[in-house]
Nanobody, 123 residues
Framework: QVQLVESGGGLVQPGGSLRLSCTASGFTIEDFAITWFRQVPGKARETVAVISLDGIKMDYGDSVKGRFTISRDNAKNMVNLQMNNLRPEDTALYHC????????????????RGQGTQVTVSS
């Protein structure tokens, strides 16, 4: 069955960095765009980054542009999110998700997501 498992979250000071990983199984990852989004209780879900199925095209939410970098290694069934210069407002539960077949974009629908990894930015 389709599974997405996130890892790499934790507690970091403002200005620090974290690298999140998403490991996929149960499907051919190179057939799908993958996205990272974050969720804070009481707030709307925010998509922070998306990467095309071949890794050539990436897009970022305005709040993370220039600080976050998404990448993928289809041979390892992994998508990573490098987060630099973290801010307290980046604190959230981060999920990776598989977008629907044939779709791409920050607003494109997803159909499967992982359980998430918590990122807390605090001094």
């Amino acid at each position: 069955q389709v599974q997405l498992v996130e890892s790499g979250g934790g507690l970091v000071q403002p200005g620090g960095s974290l690298r999140l990983s998403c490991t996929a199984s149960g499907f051919t990852i190179e057939d799908f765009a993958i996205t990272w989004f974050r969720q804070v209780p009481g707030k709307a879900r925010e998509t922070v980054a998306v990467i095309s199925l071949d890794g050539i095209k990436m897009d970022y939410g305005d709040s993370v542009k220039g600080r976050f970098t998404i990448s993928r290694d289809n041979a390892k069934n992994m998508v990573n999110l490098q987060m630099n210069n973290l801010r307290p407002e980046d604190t959230a539960l981060y999920h990776c998700a598989r977008q629907k077949y044939g779709t791409y974009g920050l607003a494109a629908p997803y159909e499967f997501r992982g359980q998430g990894t918590q990122v807390t930015v605090s001094s």
